[in-house]
T-cell receptor
Framework: DSGVTQTPKHLITATGQRVTLRCSPRSGDLSVYWYQQSLDQGLQFLIQYYNGEERAKGNILERFSAQQFPDLHSELNLSSLELGDSALYFC??????????FGPGTRLTVL | AQSVSQHNHHVILSEAASLELGCNYSYGGTVNLFWYVQYPGQHLQLLLKYFSGDPLVKGIKGFEAEFIKSKFSFNLRKPSVQWSDTAEYFCAVKVDSNYQLIWGAGTKLIIKP
């Protein structure tokens, strides 16, 4: 158990819908990272937040957004969902600048 | 642009065979290096990391990796693999100009019992 929690574990929704994924980092970690993992694209970095501020952006679509709240938990919002958005979404957190600890992931299925 | 290359996408070995997974990166400055493992149906877990010091790093479950600066490499090794090592292995690099890690594409390792 890494100490990073993610909810929900599974999410099934329809195209065009909007969902919110939640991540709670390890106690004391200020950084939260979001990743998407799919069979065809592999592991893709989406976005990083540090202490409430966006720090780095990766291959995140405009339909996706994230935020980190004062209690350091983070949410990833996915809107206008498409079939191709079906994937595992991982959250990771870190205290040091580098070592990331991953949560169990949310499996999103878009029908 | 900085990149991380894992040369083998799939590796199949028999139990007790020796393992070496390649990882090369393209960046000439200071780097921090990581290997993560993802067992089937699970999340990524840190296997080992190198920040500085002895370039031979020992990790969990009998894995080790050697940082060779001149070759821009950080290969993962294990002298004798077990069926339970079946997993996907990811190499990642942090360069001093970036906040996030640069990830390799992963190597799927299958160990035949």
């Amino acid at each position: 158990d890494s100490g990073v929690t993610q909810t929900p574990k599974h999410l099934i929704t329809a195209t065009g819908q909007r969902v919110t994924l939640r991540c709670s980092p390890r106690s004391g970690d200020l950084s939260v990272y979001w990743y998407q993992q799919s069979l065809d694209q592999g592991l893709q970095f989406l976005i990083q937040y540090y202490n409430g501020e966006e720090r780095a952006k990766g291959n995140i679509l405009e339909r996706f957004s994230a935020q980190q709240f004062p209690d350091l938990h983070s949410e990833l919002n996915l809107s206008s969902l498409e079939l191709g958005d079906s994937a595992l979404y991982f959250c990771a957190s870190s205290a040091e600048a580098d070592t990331q600890y991953f949560g169990p992931g949310t499996r999103l299925t878009v029908l | 642009a900085q990149s991380v290359s894992q040369h083998n996408h799939h590796v199949i070995l028999s139990e007790a065979a020796s393992l070496e997974l390649g990882c090369n990166y393209s960046y000439g400055g200071t780097v921090n290096l990581f290997w993560y493992v993802q067992y089937p149906g699970q999340h990524l877990q840190l296997l080992l990391k190198y920040f500085s010091g002895d370039p031979l790093v020992k990790g969990i479950k009998g894995f080790e990796a050697e940082f060779i600066k001149s070759k821009f490499s950080f290969n993962l090794r294990k002298p004798s693999v077990q069926w339970s090592d079946t997993a996907e292995y990811f190499c990642a690099v942090k360069v001093d100009s970036n906040y996030q890690l640069i990830w390799g594409a992963g190597t799927k390792l299958i160990i035949k019992p």
